[in-house]
């Protein structure tokens, strides 16, 4: 089809160059082009929040965004936020206080909490509620999301005052 | 050598039954690195996707490929030209009808498949679709069904024989070319008398609106056909996936031991992925034609539009009663939209389902039942979504006539329920449409429930909201939700329940390794469920090992022993049987074993937690452990090497899982948005086997009862549009709607299930819906409101307002 674009970007530390589509969507080079399978494809329509991404800070929904737009960014996807040795907070909560069940959702769930809890580190239950509300889930109702995102909230900001 | 360790701590250390284990599925799905069936990479996949019609009911005059075969990277265009060769343009339905794999000659409902572009990625794929030029004559839409009922236009033609003359369809006579089947159960006529002769009558006609269970990951496939070992493997998102190997056998030929069917994790299915779709049939057409392995993944549009919808149910009743409020008869007419092709998932036997179950929690002596099933120009489905076999329907029709009667009696419908429950002591108790159940405690959950809400208090504060509404101080009014369900889960009995003639059994397989640990296999497949972890549990408590040692796997059909899948919430009380069962014959073997190495008789030991002890003298025993060991290293007279054993387990009955729901709902009679104050759910499933899981399917169940009887539906315009094909349009709530739900629970163990468990991922949904509606109609019944159709979005709840006079 049309002429490729030259892209550069981070994904989860690790510099990526390559030529793509102006069309290309950027979950579909995280997920097709670099094998980051973590964010999912649930609605391609920014509504369901599976294919949440962080940029520079900011929670972005991966389905509707040109990986043109994101030329020289910086991006977080699940895989970036903890693993085995270095489990994030928020992935130890989850799993303590049942915020999951089928997972489909989970990586853009935590991604998306993660950013949430950088803009605001002592969320009420209702500014959960509301800063969530871009991520769906079917399964859990989200009761057990809150809880695990205020738990989650608790143990960083415990560390954090340890450390001080 | 002295125990230092307590029983109770022995116990602990299992994590069996009873305890709520953290979840052994987590660490991959919280780091990104569950394995979904769009994860799956092979070498040289290409990947496919449909051409699909825009019109509802259309003559397809031609198709031409040209223009898309030269799009860099298509490789080929299916039609059904190019499938009828093979046998394989139309496919069977789980229904006993036949529906097309591709359009041949015309097509019946918006979205429906036309074409099948492979390509080499999901672009070109999307290039090529574009370019594909189908040119369709469009014929009359009927999105009506009892309007299809009256019209002479014919939706299947390939249904009518020679003079318009009409054969039977797959579940008797057909009264019309758009009639599909008449079911019925119970007695006609002396219910009819009953009605005459009533008291009082009670007479309501309520629509269930289609709607569709939208899991958060759509169906798809990867089709991988091994040309040089002549061996297919197809992994899908499939809920059965042994029936589907059996399917995709059946209709390609391909013998059953060359085809390996592979659930990977499934990311939520809730009925959506029982079914064969024309998707799975042709990947592996494309597969077999271009010799590389196909990946076929529907997009969210696709999803909605044309896999699996869930409802449809226009119903009228009838309900009689003597004057102080004794339930005396039920009558239920059904016209049950199917769509294009009847592909109802459904037990052979049962075209409507469980539907059945209708007369509900109550002692009704006399029901008739009948339910008419009718084409119309929509998509085929009619899944269970979130409930078993049409259950949800019927709970919800039950819940309403009872709402209604308590309308036309001028009284309280908690009460109401009350008197008419089956009692305690009534159980094993055959209802008037047939059906055994199993136990129940019905009173007993309701006091509980109805205490813990402060129904009284609840009710005063109601009348007092009332009395200020009227006064002119507030515009909020408050609706009082009351459901209690039995549900009919555990599909099923053999000898009543097959899908395609294979019987809806299930299984388990145990294979203990010689250091004590195990691998378990179903026939069963989770897709969120948590069945690595609750399967684990059971046979911890069952065999005395640790379920931390203990790995479940489920989903290769050709590793796990041959099952019916996940749906109709079967897994507990039908697998979760199985393994019990199972379980049990590998504590038989090891209690021969222990004997052995203690040097008693068979009958001197005895099963104590996590080890045989010899009778009277505790200090002597032998571990599983140790016994698990003496299996593979010891020469015992008389007994086999090693340590296995295998289940397949028919159940003798259904289990009836029962429960108590109340919502609080204050509504702002302006906007009419619903403000969901407090939601209590009591629920008795059986014997419990993780509490926080159960919790969290109960969050779950009444989160989707909340979106479908709030504002989820899959709606049609007359020309057979869908309006609700995105999730701009189809509701799912988020966090921000949702409340924080309050669990409860009382154990009323099944009988006649090993280990008195009855199954509750789909409860909260079958008694959710009509306790959220009748929430909404209690609101205005202080107003005159008898009915109104769910969904009750913010529109449709104004207007019901609107329609009382409540914004002169």
Request: hydrophobic letters at 40%.
């Amino acid at each position: 089809m049309s002429d490729k674009i030259h892209i550069k970007m981070t994904v989860n530390g690790k510099p990526e160059e390559f030529l793509a589509e102006p069309r290309e969507l950027l979950i579909y080079t995280l997920r097709e082009r670099l094998n980051i399978t973590g964010p999912h494809i649930g609605c391609e329509t920014s509504h369901c929040g599976a294919c949440t991404v962080t940029i520079g800070g900011k929670s972005v929904k991966a389905c509707t965004m040109f990986v043109a737009q994101a030329d020289g960014a910086d991006i977080t996807t699940i895989e970036g936020i903890g693993g085995p040795d270095d489990l994030h907070p928020l992935q130890t909560a989850f799993k303590e206080h049942h915020g999951l069940q089928c997972g489909y959702c989970t990586p853009g769930m935590i991604t998306r909490a993660a950013a949430l809890l950088e803009e605001n580190p002592n969320p009420t239950e209702e500014e959960i509620r509301f800063g969530m509300a871009g991520n769906l889930c079917r399964c859990t109702g989200y009761q057990n999301i809150v809880k695990s995102i205020l738990a989650a909230a608790a143990e960083i900001n415990a560390s954090k005052e340890a450390a001080q | 050598m002295k125990d230092e360790v307590t029983r109770d701590e022995r116990v602990a250390n299992l994590k069996g039954m009873g305890c709520s284990r953290k979840r052994v599925e987590d660490a991959r799905f919280t780091q990104g690195k569950g394995n979904y069936v769009d994860d799956i990479k092979l070498d040289g996949m290409l990947f496919g996707d449909f051409v699909r019609t825009p019109y509802a009911h259309a003559r397809i005059v031609s198709i031409n490929t040209e223009e898309a075969l030269k799009v860099p990277g298509v490789l080929a265009v299916l039609t059904a030209a190019d499938l009828e060769p093979l046998g394989l343009h139309w496919m069977p339905t789980l229904a006993g009808d036949k529906q097309m794999v591709l359009a041949d000659g015309k097509v019946l409902f918006q979205g429906q498949e036309v074409a099948f572009v492979v390509a080499e990625d999901r672009y070109a794929a999307a290039d090529g679709i574009e370019l594909v030029e189908v040119e369709y004559e469009e014929l009359p839409v009927i999105v009506d069904p009892f309007e299809a009922l009256q019209s002479d236009v014919v939706l299947r033609e390939d249904l009518v024989g020679e003079g318009g003359t009409l054969p039977d369809g797959a579940h008797g006579p057909r009264k019309h070319h758009n009639h599909i089947f008449r079911w019925e159960a119970g007695d006609r006529d002396p219910t009819a008398q009953v009605i005459a002769e009533a008291e009082v009558v009670a007479e309501e006609s309520m629509y269930y609106h289609r709607t569709h269970p939208c899991p958060l990951e759509t169906c798809g496939c990867v089709a991988s056909m091994d040309k040089v070992n002549g061996k297919l493997t197809l992994w899908g998102t499939f809920q059965a996936p042994h029936a589907i190997r059996t399917v995709v056998s059946l209709i390609s030929g391909i013998e059953e031991h060359n085809i390996r069917v592979i659930s990977p994790d499934i990311g939520g299915g809730f009925g959506n992925k029982v079914g064969a779709y024309p998707g799975y049939v042709c990947s592996v057409v494309a597969s077999i034609v271009t010799g590389k392995p196909v990946k076929w993944i529907e997009d969210r549009m696709d999803n909605l539009m044309t896999t699996a919808f869930a409802r449809d149910y226009h119903m009228t009743g009838k309900i009689a009663a003597t004057r102080e409020g004794k339930i005396t008869g039920l009558q239920c007419h059904v016209t049950a939209d199917h769509g294009g092709f009847d592909a109802c998932a459904d037990p052979t036997k049962f075209p409507a389902g469980f539907m059945n179950i209708c007369t509900g929690s109550y002692d009704i002596p006399t029901a008739y039942l009948e339910v008419d099933g009718v084409y119309t120009n929509k998509a085929p489905g009619g899944v269970s979504y979130r409930c078993s076999f049409r259950v949800t329907e019927a709970v919800y029709f039950i819940e309403r006539m009872i709402e209604v009667l308590a309308i036309e009696l001028n009284m309280d419908a908690a009460e109401l329920r009350r008197i008419n429950f089956i009692k305690k002591e009534q159980f094993p108790y055959t209802a008037a449409l047939g059906w055994e159940y199993d136990s129940g405690d019905y009173h007993t959950a309701w006091d509980k429930a109805l205490k813990a809400v402060d129904y009284e208090g609840l009710r005063a504060e109601q009348a007092q909201r009332v009395a200020d509404f009227k006064a002119g101080k507030t515009r909020s009014l408050m609706g009082i939700g009351l459901s209690f369900f039995t549900e009919i889960v555990g599909a099923g009995p053999v000898k009543n329940c097959d899908i395609l003639g294979l019987g809806m059994f299930d299984s388990c397989e145990i294979r203990i390794h010689p250091t004590g640990s195990a691998i378990a296999r179903l026939g069963t497949i989770s897709q969120g469920q948590g069945h690595a972890t609750t399967f684990a549990q059971i046979l911890a408590s069952e065999i005395g090992l640790p379920a931390d040692s203990i790995t479940i796997e489920e989903g290769d059909t050709d590793t796990a022993p041959y099952g019916l899948g996940t749906y109709g919430s079967r897994s507990t009380p039908v697998a979760g049987a199985a393994t019990a069962m199972a379980g049990r014959k590998i504590r038989a073997k090891a209690q021969m074993i222990a004997a052995y190495l203690l040097e008693v008789h068979d009958n001197d030991v005895e099963f104590d937690v996590d080890r045989f002890v010899v009778k009277g003298a505790p200090e002597k025993f032998k571990t599983m452990k140790e016994i698990a060991f003496a299996a593979y290293n010891q020469a015992i007279p008389g007994i086999e090497p090693g340590l296995e054993a295998v289940s397949y387990y028919d159940p003798p009955n259904m289990t009836y899982p029962f429960g108590a729901y109340v919502c609080v709902m204050d509504i702002d009679v302006d906007t009419g948005v619903p403000d969901i104050r407090r939601f209590y759910a009591l629920d008795d499933c059986g014997t419990r086997i993780n509490p926080m899981i159960i919790e969290g399917q109960v969050h779950g169940g009444l989160t989707e009862a909340l979106a479908v009887s709030l504002g989820q539906e899959i709606a049609y315009d007359d020309m057979g549009n869908v309006k609700t094909g995105t999730l701009m349009d189809f509701f799912l709530p988020t966090a921000w709607e949702v409340p924080n739900y309050e669990t409860d629970h009382t154990v009323t163990p099944s009988p006649h299930h090993p280990i008195g468990a009855k199954g509750v991922g789909e409860s909260p949904h079958v008694g959710g819906v009509p306790c959220f509606s009748n929430a909404v109609q209690d609101a205005f019944r202080p107003f005159g409101n008898r009915h109104t159709n769910m969904p009750h979005d913010h529109w449709r709840i104004w207007k019901t307002a609107h329609d009382l006079g409540l914004h002169d």
